[in-house]
């Protein structure tokens, strides 16, 4: 199965600032990367398909890029409801599986 | 566009529990249909998926044989049926519906809690 590496697992940034986060695959995942937000006591939310398509009603401020096996999540100006637990998720073959999480959290 | 699970609950270990998905605001039956688990304070991890007509099911490793994911197209409900269950099955159980008509990614419900404990 492909592991999905992420980096920092934690990382704290002031608001307002940006934040960069890594995701790694131990085989190419292609595009088909995805990245989820999820807060504490709440469903996760999809953000980021295809590895750069933001879903539905997701601020332009989040961004994504990469393909292949490495893939970043970046967040300008970030507010305070950004600060969260951020996944993400190769569905390029099965299994389908997670990284392991980047908690960002406010300085 | 709503997923609502249920049947979540404390079950002692080596019991079974069944969970249900309904769906609602989309075409149920046109989407593959998945259950993704989260262990308290851990990460996520698919379980199970299952093929729009039920004519296929795929399970993760760690649930295969004790397991079972259906669906009732007439009734917009998918089904997880959890045997033999074990303190590691412990965790919040999420039905996912995928974005497109692939298998994903995927939008999700808010989840069912399944205790495994003595």
């Known amino acids: 199965e492909i592991v999905m590496t992420q980096s920092p697992a934690t990382l704290s940034v002031s608001p307002g600032e940006s934040a960069t986060l890594s995701c790694r695959s131990s085989q190419s995942a292609s595009s088909s990367l995805a990245w989820y937000q999820q807060k504490a006591g709440q469903a996760p939310r999809l953000l980021i398909y295809?590895?750069?398509t933001r879903a539905t009603g997701i601020p332009a401020r989040f961004s994504g890029s990469g393909s292949g096996t490495e893939f970043t999540l970046t967040i300008s100006s970030l507010q305070s409801e950004d600060f969260a637990v951020y996944y993400c998720q190769q569905y390029n073959i099965w299994p389908y599986t997670f990284g392991q999480g980047t908690n960002l959290e406010i300085k | 566009v709503q997923v609502l699970e249920s049947g979540g609950g404390l079950v002692q270990p080596g019991g079974s529990l069944r969970l249900s998905c309904a769906a609602s605001?989309?075409?149920?039956?046109?989407?593959?249909m998945s259950w993704v688990r989260q262990a308290p304070g851990k990460g996520l991890e698919w379980v199970s998926s299952?093929?729009?007509?039920?004519?296929?099911?795929y399970y993760a490793d760690s649930v295969k044989g004790r397991f079972t994911i259906s669906r009732d197209n007439s009734k917009n409900t998918m089904y997880l049926q959890l045997n033999a269950l074990r303190a590691e099955d412990t965790a919040v159980y999420y039905c996912?519906?995928?974005?497109?008509?692939?298998?994903?990614?995927?939008?999700w419900g808010q989840g069912t809690l399944v205790t495994v404990s003595s």
């Open positions: 299952i093929t729009t007509n039920g004519g296929a099911t």
């Open positions: 295809a590895a750069s």
């Open positions: 996912a519906k995928p974005l497109g008509t692939g298998w994903s990614p995927w939008d």
């Open positions: 605001g989309f075409t149920f039956s046109n989407y593959g």
